[in-house]
């Protein structure tokens, strides 16, 4: 059967006039997001933590640099998954491009001890060490603080006490950010995710259960007409969430966003996904009560561990591990990559990895998606 | 030329065996009834037909085609109301003969097929507000967009109210006008009796009984009875002094008539009795009798309303 555009016109005519109709769906689609982006907005507008992860570059060779990281290294815990206060450093190789290793692993804070540190040090000449930060990071005002304190400390104990080693604070991508920039790509994923999740997983078991598929299957309408007429009808909510988040970013939280065309790729291949693994869901339980169960337990690990409204780098290594598997992470981080850092290496890796997975789930679910019984 | 062949057809669910070797035909033009309680085997067979499940033996070809493995091509040419027709919430019935044209490429004028069924009234009323009987007309309304020359209807009347059951059957009736087979399952007699050229009565997966209702009533009815108001002396009376069949519930003795002669001996015996009767009817066996006869007491409750 041939793959018709007039019938998935049709199909998404009537799945889109239900959507507008129903107040759910209208809901979920037009003022969910706005309530997201004003509740979080809020909520994150200030608060912090106090255990920091920090990336230590010593470009330096001296003894001063040593000494300068011990003093750090005093103030640190354990990097254990536990530990609650004081800066976990992770030293990085002087031969790396520091911003963009930062930027690789979504990190926010990180020192860079620079060349000639000690001999300037020692010859009282002034030198600083930069510290980089993320604005929107509830970590990076606890690690200025903690550096600005072994500076001072270090002047003091320096060889005649003068004040020559200071601080160069600069931000990860080099312009000024706030935490809503860095919520909103989490947010968007959240909305990529919740939306087509949800209503398919609901779909796919109710259609079967009051024989709607049954029906459909009696006329020349394909499952993969369906399917791909759900997809089109949640990039398009998709691509509304994100302007509407957007637009309220940038004119609630003066929010500061490069409108770069990475966005499209993960706009699409978001939903792409989310649509195919609610099918799937749907179709391999039993009943709706089931699969609203098998769709949750999919569905809320990855709405609140796949760095939605917390950095990933904040979170706990174990549960960090735990992210890495989950698809949102890569669609969110992609996100973040190409709308806050401009990176678009590991955007494009993140995108190329969502597409290889979002073909093998969408192939799964028409394979498992049935109209008719045997 | 039949539209509809069925032979030996087989269907097991594990251990239950839903339909257990069925045949039948149906001519082109004919309106064809499946008749039976619930669980009989009407709807795995209708399903089988239309394409919707695969047989486990037999043969069936609906105009000409395998439904299972032919279903696109016999969809175009086929309409479908299943058991407990349901739709999608939102659309309205002139939305949703809109969707279905589009479907089948269809050009249909949305308003004419509303008439078609009776349903102008309700032409903006959203699926989910719409009563039952509105619902199956629109379900009608969906099974003619792509004109077709077999139509099957899955229990399309079953918990409606006695009027929007009639404003069905008009449908209906208009349908066989127009020359199209239909083929209905239905566990009402009425609407069997009603609708159908020929009907079969299907019990435990099995075709007991098959022909015009005429047919079914004078080969499996027991003929003609007496009915008569009397109370339970008469029908002592009768059982003591002839050799008639009687029996008695309720205040009417009823006796079997074999032959004239069982008439004649009847009323006889009756006036002899010297017993207080009254309400004397003769009467033949109805599809009902027949039917409960066929299907035992289990289809009385659903078999009969």
Same mark, same amino acid.
């Given at each position: ?25 209208? @809901? ?74 930062? +930027? ?8 860079? %001890? ?25 970590? +990076? ?33 080099? +312009? ?95 939903? @792409? ?32 561990? +796949? ?14 591990? %735990? ?32 597409? /290889?997975?979002? %073909?093998? /789930? ?13 | ?70 279903? =696109? ?25 809109? =969707? =279905? ?86 566990? =009402? ?117």
């Amino acid at each position: 059967m041939a793959f018709s555009g007039r019938r998935m016109l049709a199909e998404l005519k009537v799945h889109a006039r239900g959507n507008i109709r129903s107040r759910e769906g209208f @809901f979920f689609t037009l003022i969910f997001p706005i309530i997201l982006i004003l509740l979080f907005g809020a909520i994150f507008a200030g608060g912090g933590v106090s255990q920091a992860t920090v990336y230590v570059q010593n470009l330096d060779a001296g003894p001063a640099s040593v000494s300068f990281i011990q003093a750090l290294n005093a103030t640190s815990s354990d990097c254990s998954p536990s530990a609650t206060t004081g800066l976990c450093l992770r030293p990085v190789p002087a031969d790396q491009n520091f911003s963009q290793y930062l +930027s690789s692993r979504s990190a926010a804070d990180g020192i860079i %001890i620079p060349q000639g540190f000690s001999s300037a040090f020692q010859a009282d000449q002034k030198v600083n060490v930069t510290v980089f930060q993320n604005p929107s990071s509830t970590t +990076s005002q606890v690690v200025y603080g903690i550096v600005s304190e072994v500076v001072n400390g270090f002047n003091q104990y320096g060889a005649t006490g003068v004040h020559s080693v200071g601080i160069e604070p600069r931000t990860v991508v080099g +312009s000024e950010y706030k935490y809503i920039d860095f919520l909103i790509p989490g947010l968007v994923g959240f909305s990529a995710l919740t939306s087509p999740m949800f209503a398919l997983v609901n779909i796919s078991s109710t259609y079967r259960r009051d024989k709607v598929f049954k029906l459909l299957s009696l006329t020349p309408l394909t499952k993969t007409e369906w399917l791909v007429s759900k997809i089109i009808w949640y990039v398009g909510t998709t691509v509304l969430s994100f302007i509407l988040m957007t637009v309220v970013g940038i004119y609630v939280f003066g929010a500061h966003i490069a409108f770069t065309w990475g966005i499209g790729i993960f706009l699409v291949v978001g939903p @792409f996904f989310f649509v195919s693994l609610g099918m799937l869901v749907g179709t391999v339980s039993n009943s709706p009560e089931s699969a609203a169960v098998v769709g949750n337990l999919v569905t809320f690990p990855m709405m609140f561990l +796949s760095g939605t409204f917390f950095p990933v780098s904040s979170m706990p290594v174990y549960l960090q591990h %735990i992210a890495h598997v989950l698809p949102l992470y890569y669609m969110i981080d992609g996100l973040n990559n190409v709308m806050i850092y401009e990176n678009y290496g590991p955007g494009l890796f993140d995108a190329g990895l969502l597409i /290889v997975i979002s %073909i093998v /789930v969408f192939a799964l679910a028409v394979r498992f998606f049935r109209w008719r019984e045997d | 030329m039949s539209a509809i062949e069925v032979a030996g057809l087989e269907k097991s669910y594990g251990q239950l065996r839903a339909v257990g070797g069925v045949s039948f035909s149906v001519r082109k033009g004919e309106v064809f009834s499946l008749l039976g309680p619930n669980g009989a085997g009407k709807t795995t067979t209708i399903e089988i037909l239309e394409g919707l499940r695969r047989q486990d033996g037999g043969t069936a070809r609906v105009l000409g085609l395998d439904p299972w493995h032919k279903g =696109y091509e016999l969809h175009e040419r086929i309409g479908v109301i299943p058991q407990g027709f349901k739709f999608l919430d939102y659309p309205t019935p002139r939305e949703a003969i809109a =969707y =279905y044209a589009a479907l089948f490429n269809r050009r249909v004028e949305p308003d004419e097929m509303l008439r078609r069924v009776i349903l102008e009234d309700a032409a903006n009323v959203w699926f989910q507000n719409l009563s039952g009987g509105q619902k199956q007309k629109l379900g009608m309304a969906l099974s003619l967009v792509n004109d077709p020359e077999v139509v099957f209807l899955d229990e399309p009347t079953t918990g409606l109210d006695p009027q929007a059951r009639r404003a069905v059957w008009e449908v209906i009736r208009k349908l066989k006008n127009e020359g199209r087979t239909v083929m209905l399952t239905t566990h =009402y007699l009425e609407e069997a009796e009603e609708l159908a050229d020929r009907v079969a009565i299907m019990n435990h997966g099995k075709i007991v009984a098959m022909g015009t209702t005429g047919e079914i009533e004078s080969k499996f009815g027991s003929g003609q009875k007496m009915m008569v108001k009397a109370k339970d002396d008469l029908l002592t009376y009768l059982r003591e002094n002839t050799k008639l069949q009687v029996e008695g519930e309720a205040g009417t003795v009823t006796i079997r008539l074999r032959d004239k002669d069982d008439a004649l001996v009847a009323l006889g015996a009756i006036e002899e009795s010297g017993t207080d009767w009254g309400d004397l009817n003769v009467k033949r066996d109805s599809l009902e009798d027949v039917f409960l006869r066929l299907v035992g007491e289990e289809g009385r409750e659903e078999g009969t309303e």
